[in-house]
Structures are given as structure tokens and as C-alpha cells.
């Protein structure tokens, strides 16, 4: 929503005498600049407070204080008494359980029922009290837009610009993957951080896009509900899997250029559910995307949110999405989702499961922001059938064993991250020899080899490999009742990942 929009609907709701407006956000300074605004627009006063300096009218920095108005029950008096306006209270959510200040609220809410303004409380996942959410409305701040981010970045050059010599080395595709980049961030976070970049050298350019990236990082690992990954390997270095990796490409140009896929007449693309057989790449591809889209990578861990104490799992899940919502674009890595999202759930667990996954389906559905889920399986039957579904995940990939040239493929990488010259092996009769082999069963197979070698104080070679290859039992082999009815039921109802 559109930041005017914004402001009409809030200057909306004061004009209807909604006495109690909660504005959820994470950005007050926003809030506070489209409340002062609002008062202006509508000629009233504006009254701001805090707890530790009090009410004040206006928001300069000229403007006093009201004497003895640091508690929050004194300054609601004051609201009380003093003419119409707009109060702004930025700290109030820590008071809201003390029964002295809901009753203040009570009252200020009953004289705005009858006189022009609103008290409007600015907070994130403010929680009111029973006798105060009918009196209250809620109203979300929506997150600043494309525009708003590369108006700041404007902006702030022109500024360094007049203190300093300032040289934007930026193409049009770098300035576009730096605005990207910059979402989610506040606007007050992102004005330091290109200030910051500019100030260091008296440069704007590429590598400084890096710097936004490892903001968002660090931002993630303070929350610690999602991991962060730093890139790694790209899909040329994931064997096999053509059609996943095809599929994947024609969507990298939405990825790369947002502005003119909308343009075009195209959103962007919302994730893929990856089934199959373990030990075949899934997870690795999850990483292989965000380093081949140039993405940062979150990692959500249903297992970690989950809490003792009651209601905190939901919120925990949650602050989850909406922190991924915040640092988009990205690739958010959900591994082994059966283990989080069972059918049936855990009944024991007073419906907890139930809940988290209601909330995560329909976020899947409606979330807002880029975020591109990369989502495993190795076990379909538990899933319930609603992932499945069209709308959940643009589509769901089913990986199966590697084929014989892919075997060798990845040899080939194995070999070679081991200081190997793979040339030197008979990377065919390897291949032929690891059939049934999942790519986790050909890389334990060389590094057994490995260590084979170095006790025996020689050098690797096939021979070694072959030896450790028939002394493996692979999956296919002791799950094959398993895995051919995964390959029966994905038939029908999956793309395979490996044309």
C-alpha cells in the first residue's frame, strides 16, 4: 500500500472518531512522520510522548515538554484534560498490564468518542488488554516500497554530495540489485548504511552491495529465529537435476530485473517443493539458487520455534515470516518440512502444531514481499495434502537417484574438492559400479576411499574407490520398497527434476 494511501486511511479513521488507533511497525520513526502529518492535514494539535522525557507538543526540537508528564497514567491525564488533538504514545506497550493505566486509557478513549482526535499507540505485535480491544482499531503500516527506497538512495548522494566528492560507479542493474537489497531494511537503517558506504571511500559501486547484504545478516542473527547462509555453490556444481536447473533459469531474469518483469506483467516467483529420495541435492540446491540468484539465504528451522510456554510458538513462527518478509528479496531454506509439519500433527501438544501450520499455509498463500521458499521432502506420505496443492509453490520437483552420467558428474566434484585430479580415475567404471547410489553415498564412498589411502600411506586411486563402493549397501538397496513407491506416487503428480 502506498504510502498517501496511507496516510488517507489514517486521517479516515480519526474522522470516524476511532478514539484508540494501535499502528503496528517496526519503524516508528515512519509511524510518527505519518501521525504528524495526519494531525497537520487535518488541523489538529500533535502531541507526542515518551517515557522518559514526557508529552510534548509538536516534534521539533524546540518544542517543550509538559512539566511531571513522564508516567504514562499523568500523561494520559493530560490527554484527558487538554484540548483536541492527536497523542502519540511510542512507549506505552510496556504498561499496558497495569490496571491504573488501562483505566487512564479507558477515559481518554470516552472523551475522543465525543471530541475531535485520537490516541494512537506505535509498536510492534502490541498485545491490548480485554477491556481495551473494543474500543481499539489496528492499523499496519505498510512496508516503504521500491520507490521509497530508491528516492533515499537518491537522496542521500545528493547530500554527500555537498559535503564531499562523491563517485557513483553503479550500472543501472547495480543500482537496481542495491535499492533490492536495501528492502526490508528501515528507512532510517538503510539511510545509514549507504551514507555509511559513501563516507568510507567516496564511492558507490558494486561491491558496496555487499555491505548491504552483511547488514541484513547481521540483523537476522540478532533475531535468532532463522539462520543465515552465506553463499556457497552454484548449480553447475549440482549434478544432474536439467529440468529443476531450466526451470530455474527462465525465472532468474524476474529475480534479476523486479521492475520490468512487473512491467511485463510478471510477480515474483513464489518457490519450489522439492521431493524425493535422500542424499540426492535437495538441500544443496536450496543454496545453489541463492548463490545463483545472487540472494541471501535464510534458513527456517520449524523445530527451533517451538516453545514451552503458550502462544509463544505462533509468535515465534510469526516474527519468522515477517523478518523474511523484511529482508527480501531472499531464498528462504525450509529443510525436511514432514519433520515440522506431519500429518495428523502431534495431538499432545494442545494443538500448537495445528495452529503454526494453519498460520504457515496461509502465509504461503498471501505473504507479502519477495521471498523465494525452497522447500524439502523425503518423505511425501507425511505431508498433509494441502502443500501439495497449486498456489502453495510455483511447482513441485521430484528428485530421484542419480543417473549414470550424472554419478559420474559427481565423481567428478568430489574428486576435485578433495585435491584430486580426476582425470587419473576411471571416472566411468566408477559411475557404472555406484548404481543405486544417492550423491551423498558417491561423496562418503570417496572420502572412505581417502582414508583407506592415506593409512596405507598411498596414493588414491580407482581401484580404492571400487573396493569402498562394494563394501556400501546404498538406500536402493535396503529401502527399494520405499523408494519405488515415492516414484509411484510422484509420477503423476510432480515435475521430475532430471529430464
Not at 272 to 297: D, F, N, Q
Not at 395 to 400: L, Q
Not at 405 to 416: S, V
Not at 477 to 491: S, V
Request: charged share 25%; net charge negative.
Amino acid at each position: 500500500m502506498p504510502e498517501h494511501n496511507a496516510l488517507q486511511d489514517l486521517e479516515l479513521l480519526i474522522r470516524a472518531h476511532y478514539a484508540l488507533i494501535v499502528l503496528d511497525t517496526v519503524e516508528p520513526e515512519r509511524a510518527e512522520a505519518l501521525v504528524r502529518q495526519a494531525a497537520s492535514e487535518l488541523s489538529l494539535h500533535y502531541y507526542y510522548w515518551t517515557r522518559s522525557k514526557g508529552v510534548r507538543r509538536g516534534n521539533s526540537a524546540g518544542d517543550p515538554y509538559f512539566e511531571d508528564t513522564q508516567e504514562p497514567e499523568k500523561a494520559l491525564r493530560y490527554a484527558e484534560q487538554d484540548s483536541a488533538g492527536v497523542y502519540l504514545f511510542r512507549d506505552l506497550t510496556h504498561y499496558l498490564e497495569n490496571p491504573l493505566v488501562v483505566s487512564h486509557l479507558l477515559d481518554v478513549v470516552s472523551m475522543f468518542e465525543q471530541r475531535r482526535g485520537a490516541l494512537v499507540v506505535v509498536g510492534s505485535n502490541v498485545r491490548l488488554p480485554d477491556p481495551l480491544r473494543p474500543h481499539a482499531t489496528f492499523f499496519r503500516l505498510p512496508a516503504p516500497s521500491y520507490d521509497d527506497y530508491r528516492i533515499l538512495v537518491e537522496r542521500v548522494i545528493r547530500e554527500q554530495s555537498a559535503r564531499m566528492r562523491v563517485s557513483v560507479e553503479l550500472t543501472p542493474q547495480e543500482r537496481t540489485r542495491l535499492v533490492q537489497n536495501l528492502m526490508g531494511l528501515t528507512l532510517v537503517e538503510a539511510e545509514k548504511i549507504v551514507t555509511r558506504q559513501i563516507v568510507e571511500d567516496g564511492f558507490l559501486r558494486s561491491k558496496d552491495i555487499e555491505g548491504v547484504i552483511a547488514a541484513k545478516r547481521q540483523a537476522v542473527q540478532q533475531d535468532g529465529l532463522l539462520e543465515y547462509h552465506a553463499p556457497e555453490r552454484a548449480l553447475n556444481e549440482v549434478a544432474g537435476l536439467a529440468g529443476l536447473k531450466q526451470w530455474l533459469a527462465k525465472r532468474r531474469a524476474v529475480v534479476a530485473d523486479p521492475q520490468r518483469a512487473t512491467e511485463f506483467g510478471l510477480r515474483f516467483p513464489k518457490g519450489i517443493l522439492l521431493l524425493g529420495v535422500p542424499g540426492c541435492g535437495k538441500s544443496m540446491c536450496a543454496k545453489a539458487v541463492a548463490t545463483e540468484w545472487g540472494l541471501p539465504l535464510l534458513k527456517l528451522d520449524p523445530a527451533n520455534l517451538y516453545d514451552k510456554y503458550i502462544g509463544d510458538s505462533e509468535k515465534n513462527f510469526k516474527r519468522a515470516l515477517q523478518t523474511a518478509e523484511r529482508m527480501a528479496p531472499v531464498v528462504l531454506w525450509i529443510d525436511e518440512l514432514e519433520k515440522a509439519f506431519a500429518q495428523g500433527g502431534d495431538e499432545t501438544d494442545g494443538g500448537v502444531s495445528r495452529r503454526v501450520f494453519g498460520s504457515f499455509l496461509a502465509w504461503l498463500q498471501d505473504r507479502r514481499g519477495d521471498v523465494f521458499v525452497v522447500a524439502t521432502s523425503n518423505d511425501v506420505s507425511r505431508l498433509p495434502p494441502e502443500f501439495i496443492r497449486k498456489g502453495r509453490f510455483d511447482e513441485v520437483f521430484f528428485v530421484d537417484l542419480p543417473t549414470l552420467a550424472a554419478r559420474q558428474t559427481i565423481f567428478d566434484i568430489h574428486l576435485g574438492r578433495r585435491k584430486q585430479v580426476s582425470t587419473q580415475f576411471d571416472l566411468v567404471r566408477l559411475a557404472d559400479a555406484s548404481h543405486g547410489f544417492s550423491g551423498a553415498e558417491i561423496e562418503e564412498s570417496v572420502v572412505a576411499g581417502l582414508f583407506a589411502a592415506f593409512a596405507a600411506n598411498t596414493a588414491l586411486t580407482t581401484d580404492t574407490l571400487l573396493n569402498e563402493i562394494r563394501n556400501t549397501r546404498p538406500l536402493a538397496l535396503t529401502m527399494t520398497e520405499k523408494i519405488e513407491e515415492l516414484r509411484a506416487w510422484a509420477r503423476e503428480r510432480t515435475v521430475m527434476a532430471d529430464m
